[in-house]
């Protein structure tokens, strides 16, 4: 069973900087794309960056330039590094990914950015 757990949610000033984990269980974590998701109060989920096995990544046009999604495939851990934090970035953050065609979410982790 395939599990994903994040970490790293908080509460930062604009401006400030937070890292988010998701550590990966239950699959080959090395060929799997993994992905951050958000949703903010009142609005839809929307995909921030993923990154494939491979390392290839992409990113919402919001997020570009200032987060940036990595991997440690030796710890089964995917990260999001969000710098330059704008009140519009707060929201519960989500990682995702795709296992023999069944998508899974973890219960996500809540980034509140406000002075």
């Known amino acids: 069973q395939v599990q994903l757990v994040e970490s790293g949610g908080g509460l930062v000033q604009p401006g400030g900087s937070l890292r988010l984990s998701c550590a990966a269980s239950g699959m080959i974590f090395s060929i799997n794309a993994m992905g951050w998701y958000r949703q903010a109060p009142g609005k839809e989920r929307e995909s921030v960056a993923g990154?494939?096995?491979?390392?290839?990544?992409n990113y919402a046009d919001s997020v570009k330039g200032r987060f940036t999604i990595s991997r440690d495939n030796a710890k089964n851990t995917v990260y999001l590094q969000m710098n330059s934090l704008k009140p519009e970035d707060t929201a519960v953050y989500y990682c995702?990914?795709?296992?023999?065609?069944?998508?899974?979410w973890g219960k996500g982790t809540l980034v509140t950015v406000s002075s």
């Open positions: 995702n990914t795709t296992d023999y065609g069944i998508r899974y």
């Open positions: 990154i494939t096995g491979g390392g290839d990544t």
